[in-house]
T-cell receptor, first 109, second 112 residues
Framework: AQRVTQPEKLLSVFKGAPVELKCNYS??????LFWYVQYSRQRLQLLLR??SRESIKGFTADLNKGETSFHLKKPFAQEEDSAMYYC???????????FGAGTRLFVKA | KAGVTQTPRYLIKTRGQQVTLSCSPI?????VSWYQQTPGQGLQFLFE???????NKGNFPGRFSGRQFSNSRSEMNVSTLELGDSALYLC???????????FGPGTRLTVT
């Protein structure tokens, strides 16, 4: 079965502290993993995807197939990072995308 | 390019009624997916359309249906509305090969 688990509903960190948002997945094939972000009063938007292997707004995420994880990391959190973050998995054909329950990140000044 | 648009933005319906929501994808995007977002269940996949064909469907009852037109615009319909259908319905479009999705603002449906 296709499943995405984000164990933390809420993550609160101080500005300048490192942040890690956890994501674990279950999928029998070769998935494509994404992180989407929703800032207050804005649309859900793509933050990054595992195949691009790039850093966006200081965030990176590495796909660990052995641990079936795709954790999102940033070394120094900023207040503007406060948002809802969703981990998502697309099946091989890309016809279906499953989202995790989301983690709300709150960066305190 | 203009973003994904959804109409209407807000709807209030009564139990037992039916509703149709509309989604216009980004120009050139032929894949359209629909999601239901609720505080309790999060984002749940409803269905995906490509070139007027439904390629995949989530675990929703048959009251939820959709279609896609030749211009890639899509509609979803919910018949015999229930209180539990109150949610934000999101539409997302993507290019044929890329998996990343571009989301619309959503339609907020309230069933009373």
């Amino acid at each position: 079965a296709q499943r995405v688990t984000q164990p933390e509903k809420l993550l609160s960190v101080f500005k300048g502290a490192p942040v890690e948002l956890k994501c674990n997945y279950s999928y029998s094939g070769s998935p494509e993993l994404f992180w989407y972000v929703q800032y207050s009063r804005q649309r859900l938007q793509l933050l990054l995807r595992h195949i691009s292997r790039e850093s966006i707004k200081g965030f990176t995420a590495d796909l660990n197939k052995g641990e079936t994880s795709f954790h999102l990391k940033k070394p120094f959190a900023q207040e503007e990072d406060s948002a809802m973050y969703y981990c998502a998995l697309s099946n091989t054909g890309g016809f279906k995308t499953i989202f995790g329950a989301g983690t709300r990140l709150f960066v305190k000044a | 390019k203009a973003g994904v648009t959804q109409t209407p933005r807000y709807l209030i319906k009564t139990r037992g009624q039916q509703v149709t929501l509309s989604c216009s994808p980004i120009s050139g995007h032929r894949s359209v997916s629909w999601y239901q977002q609720t505080p309790g269940q999060g984002l749940q996949f409803l269905f995906e359309y490509f070139s007027e064909t439904q390629r995949n469907k989530g675990n929703f009852p048959g009251r939820f249906s959709g279609r896609q037109f030749s211009n890639s615009r899509s509609e979803m319909n919910v018949s015999t509305l229930e209180l539990g259908d109150s949610a934000l319905y999101l539409c997302a479009s993507s290019e044929p090969v890329a998996r990343e999705q571009y989301f619309g603002p959503g339609t907020r449906l309230t069933v009373t």
